[in-house]
């Protein structure tokens, strides 16, 4: 009844994993960019000058709310389009499609992301910082002694937390045609007139790698767990 | 501008009723708001299960939940829209494919939002309540549950935010929520995708933002108006 | 009617209760102390099954509670318990506190409840408290509505789990008050305390734990005058005197 071998070896195999290394490479470079964008939103809304605070706020909240698959169609049909020309016409010859994924999925994340460093910051209690200064640190040298350290532990858990969600999310890429694991679970079914197989299949390679990036988090949070007083 | 929102107005917030099925908008309300109310038993029943004294009850459940977080919603969708026909014997609707597919991951997601509920409550209430003779199902019932639920409320209006942005994903099986109607859309006017994408994304913001500020209101008033005593 | 046979209890492999044996008569006032981690809590959380055993027996009564069969809910329902951090329910009144288990359990309709839950809370000194709520209440007055929450119950045996060691010390006068005239009414009580004046003064037999035993049991007046075991003549010594200087 379920012939897993359809999917174990031979053609169907190929198409499935190089979608799942399209996923996987989606991933990483959305990590890869969507991190140091994220570092900047979070310090820019904690920043002391009000149009900054303001700047980094209208960025969060004007993406968090607004469903992936939404800002997938909208890089994909809508932002090339206020592209000049020749630049629209290069694209064109590109791979858009992986391009408009990889900047949704950047964007996206890197919004969830800058909340969860800035709550990490925010954690520390400022006493914390009151005791730097007062043992004779400056600022920059408390920040990078006493509080980053600390605010690094909390934040690392949730950060991790959210590389899951963006592991889960490259699965949206497959409405704006991206040939990730998704697209060629749906190609194979359609080919083969087979659902359980190629499906099955994903499910186990996105589970698989779910596991692997939720053992990390527990990992981390055994070898390095918050200290409080 | 100003024309787009004359012709395709309607169409954008309730699709082509009454002339036709429900869709946009109003489509994309009437999903999230079901599979909420649908996914909220389910997930008061689960969380009690994952923090169950019975292993036979407890393992499944977390092999459960364990299994459909790490898996996307889109792959949940594929599964409801590939087997339910099979499993129930006839054609399932787009909607409830779509249904199923959000009450059975956001139960997954609400179990986990009421067994941190219950922890964060701590051990003293539930010991309290068993050494007076109360049942474990009654000490949660009347101790328990009333005192996490309260402080649940403002995930629970989260959680609904998320499911709206799930409905989205109706897209793909070609139900005719909100993202759908504005592919429709574009794909007829043909020459506009940033004002009907931008207008798309403006009216999830305007709902999704305006509910989160609203569970900051709850939020807020439940620790104004709380029996004294409840902790915030 | 409470009796510990060979009772052992670990922690995985920490042995918090090591061969206990005792018997506890109906009526008498027992006073546990010792040191910190002595095991003075377990023990008492034992005989309400708050602790499982893993070896040896506690009977009340004559009969095993730990056999198959029993109803660990009637059990509990039979003894009551007060915590050290009184564990009262916030999102119930201090007369809601005592009428849940009542009502619940089918025991009583809530009107007779509420007329037992007033007179407890009298007894207690508390009945113009009723309809408060337990953060508008010190900590004393939420200890003594704790006792009278398990007093509801109406039950021939009561468990006292450190009762005035949350306590700021001018509140802990008006628990033991309580907790004194309890005994004087011939309840069946075992309280693990700090309290030395109250175990002088109300106790019929102190039981002093060190490292999970039972090292020595005497009277009151035998016990603070003359202390037999080591370990407890130190454990006197240093509460008497706690600046001495080693």
């Keep these: 009844m379920f012939d897993l071998s359809l999917v174990l070896s031979g053609r169907y195999q190929e198409l499935l994993l190089a979608g799942l290394l399209l996923s996987l490479e989606l991933a990483a470079a959305a990590l890869a960019c969507a991190l140091p964008l994220a570092l900047v939103v979070a310090l820019l809304r904690l920043a002391p000058v009000r149009p900054l605070r303001w700047a980094g706020s209208a ?11 939404a800002h997938m169609l909208f890089w994909y049909f809508g932002a090339p389009e206020m592209l000049p020309a020749a630049l629209k016409q290069r694209l064109y010859e590109g791979n858009v499609e992986a391009l408009s994924a990889l900047i949704a999925l950047t964007l996206y994340t890197a919004a969830f992301m800058a909340e969860d460093i800035r709550s990490g910051i925010r954690a520390i209690p400022p006493v914390q910082f009151e005791a730097g200064r007062s043992l004779g640190l400056g600022y920059l040298a408390t920040m990078r002694l006493v509080i980053l350290p ?28 991206v040939g990730e694991l998704m697209y060629q679970a749906a190609q194979v079914e359609s080919a083969s ?37 | 501008m100003r024309d787009l929102i004359d012709t395709y107005g309607v169409y954008f917030l309730v699709g082509q009723y009454p002339r036709g099925p429900l869709g946009g908008l109003a489509l994309t309300l009437l999903l999230a708001a079901s599979a909420l109310l649908l996914a909220l038993p389910l997930g008061l029943a689960l969380g009690v299960a994952r923090l169950s004294g019975w292993r036979a009850l407890r393992w499944p459940v977390t092999a459960l939940v364990f299994v459909v977080r790490g898996t996307p919603l889109l792959m949940v969708i594929f599964w409801a829209y590939f087997f339910l026909p099979t499993l129930t014997g006839y054609k ?55 005192q996490a639920l309260r402080h649940m409320l403002p995930s629970l209006v989260n959680q609904f935010v998320s499911t709206i942005k799930e409905t989205s994903l109706g897209y793909i099986i070609g139900l005719s929520e909100v993202s759908f109607i504005a592919t429709q859309i574009n794909t007829e006017v043909f020459t506009k995708p940033v004002q009907v994408y931008l207008s798309l994304g403006f009216t999830y913001f305007a709902l999704c933002f305006g509910l989160s500020r609203f569970a900051y209101w709850v939020e807020a008033r439940g620790l104004r108006h709380a029996p004294p005593g409840v902790r915030a | 009617m409470i009796r510990f046979e060979r009772v052992n209890k670990w922690y995985g492999s920490y042995q918090a209760l090591v061969d206990i044996d005792e018997t506890v008569a109906t009526g008498e006032v027992v006073v546990v102390c010792g040191p910190s981690g002595s095991g003075k809590s377990t023990l008492v959380r034992t005989v309400n099954r708050l602790e499982p055993i893993q070896g040896g027996r506690i009977e009340i009564d004559g009969r095993d509670i730990h056999a198959r069969g029993t109803d660990v809910n009637a059990l509990r329902a039979r003894i009551g318990f007060v915590f050290q951090q009184f564990n009262l329910f916030p999102h119930l009144t201090a007369l809601q506190n005592c009428t849940l288990a009542p009502v619940q359990l089918g025991r009583m309709g809530a009107k007779e409840a509420d007329e037992l839950g007033r007179a407890l809370l009298d007894r ?59 005994a004087k009414d011939g309840m069946t009580m075992i309280c693990v305390s700090h309290e030395m004046g109250f175990a002088r003064e109300v106790a019929d037999r102190v039981l002093f734990m060190d490292a999970g035993r039972i090292l020595e049991r005497a009277p009151p007046a035998e016990f603070f005058l003359r202390p037999q075991h080591p370990r407890a003549q130190q454990f006197l010594a240093d509460i008497r005197t706690p600046f001495a200087a080693g």
Excluded: C
């Design chain 1, 193 to 229: 007139f087979r659902s359980f197989e190629p499906f099955a299949f994903a499910t186990a390679s996105y589970l698989t790698v779910s596991l692997l990036i939720t053992a990390v988090a527990a990992w981390y949070q055994r070898r390095y767990p918050v200290r409080t007083t």
């Design chain 1, 59 to 69: 960025f969060v909240e004007s993406i968090r709310n607004v469903p992936l698959l």
């Design chain 3, 124 to 182: 207690v000194g508390l009945a113009h408290k009723a309809g408060a709520y337990p953060a508008q209440l010190s900590g004393g007055q939420q200890q003594r509505v704790a006792i009278a929450r398990a007093l509801a119950q109406q039950p021939p045996l009561m468990l006292f789990d450190e009762p005035t060691s949350a306590l700021d010390p001018e509140m802990v006068g008006e628990v033991l008050a309580v907790m004194r005239n309890l």
């Design chain 1, 150 to 177: 600390q605010a690094l532990r909390i934040t690392v858990p949730p950060l991790i937390s959210q590389t899951l969600n963006l592991w889960k999310n490259t699965s949206i890429a497959t409405v704006i045609g």
């Design chain 2, 92 to 146: 399932t609707s787009q909607f409830g494919t779509m249904l199923i597919a959000l009450v059975v991951f956001d139960g997954v997601y609400l179990a986990e939002i009421v067994r941190a509920g219950i922890l964060g409550l701590g051990k003293g209430q539930m010991e309290a309540a068993r050494a007076l003779g109360l049942s474990h199902l009654q000490a949660l019932r009347r101790v328990v549950l009333p």
